[in-house]
C-alpha cells in the first residue's frame, strides 16, 4: 500500500525550513527519500532504518518513527535548488527493499528568491 | 561513469504497435525495476528483477512485458499498447542489501495515441 505525504505542496523563500511527512499504514523495516528536480529523474537523498541508522548523501536531516509508522524530512534553511517533487519510499511488504519499493505520492516544494 | 540508460528518450506511438523501451546499468546491480510516473500519483512499479531470468510483478503490472536475459538490461515491452499507458517511464537498479540507493535513468516519455 503506497504511503501517505504530506503536505502535498510546500511554497518557501529562500532561508526558510520546511518538513515533509511520510506515513504508512504498515510496520516499517526502513524509509527512502528521493528529490526529482523537473525534467530529471529522482535522486536519492537519503534512507533511515529501524534502530537508527541512516545514510545520505546531502545536510538534509530526517526522523524515523517506527511506532508511528512515519518518516519527517526537514529542509533547514531551504535554497533554490532545493525545489523539487520529494517522495518517500517504503518496503514493500515492510521488511527490507531489496529494491521492491512502494512510493508516496509526491510533495512538490518550491523556494522561492 | 556510473549511470542507467534508457532508449528511446521520447517516444510517440499509435494503438496496439508493439514497443519495447531498453533499460541498461554498467553498475553490475543484481536489482532493477520499471516504474511508471502520473501526476498526482507518485511513481508505480510496473515489474521488478532480483537477478538474471527472476522477475516479479510490481504494483501496475498488466499491459507490460519485462525479461532479464542479462544482468545489465532490463527492457520494457507493450505488446500492444493502449492511451492509458501514456507515461513517463524509469528504469532503476540497485544493489541491494540494507542502504539499497536506487539509481533512476533519465526517463522516457511515451505518448499512445
Known amino acids: 500500500q503506497q504511503p501517505v505525504q504530506s503536505p502535498q505542496a510546500v511554497i518557501l523563500r529562500e532561508g526558510e525550513d520546511a518538513v515533509i511527512n511520510c506515513s504508512s499504514s504498515k510496520a516499517l523495516y526502513s524509509v527512502h527519500w528521493y528529490r526529482q528536480k523537473h525534467g530529471e529523474a529522482p535522486v536519492f537523498l537519503m534512507i533511515l532504518l529501524k534502530g537508527g541508522e541512516q545514510k545520505g548523501h546531502e545536510k538534509i536531516s530526517a526522523s524515523f518513527n517506527e511506532k508511528k509508522q512515519q518518516s519527517s524530512l526537514y529542509l533547514t534553511a531551504s535554497q533554490l535548488s532545493y525545489s523539487g517533487t520529494y517522495f518517500c519510499?517504503?518496503?514493500?511488504?515492510?521488511?527490507?527493499?531489496?529494491?521492491?519499493?512502494?512510493f508516496g505520492q509526491g510533495t512538490i516544494l518550491t523556494v522561492h528568491p | 561513469e556510473a549511470q542507467v540508460t534508457q532508449n528511446p528518450r521520447y517516444l510517440i506511438t499509435v494503438t496496439g504497435k508493439k514497443l519495447t523501451v531498453t533499460c541498461s546499468q554498467n553498475m553490475n546491480h543484481e536489482y532493477m525495476s520499471w516504474y511508471r510516473q502520473d501526476p498526482g500519483l507518485g511513481l508505480r512499479q510496473i515489474y521488478y528483477s532480483m537477478n538474471v531470468e527472476v522477475t516479479d510483478k510490481g504494483d501496475v503490472p498488466e499491459g507490460y512485458k519485462v525479461s532479464r536475459k542479462e544482468k545489465r538490461n532490463f527492457p520494457l515491452i507493450l505488446e500492444s499498447p493502449s492511451p492509458n499507458q501514456t507515461s513517463l517511464y524509469f528504469c532503476?537498479?540497485?544493489?541491494?542489501?540494507?542502504?539499497?540507493?536506487?539509481?533512476f535513468g533519465p526517463g522516457t516519455r511515451l505518448t499512445v495515441l
Open positions: 519510499g517504503t518496503p514493500k511488504g515492510g521488511g527490507t527493499s531489496y529494491g521492491k519499493l512502494t
Open positions: 532503476a537498479s540497485s544493489s541491494g542489501g540494507l542502504y539499497n540507493e536506487q539509481f
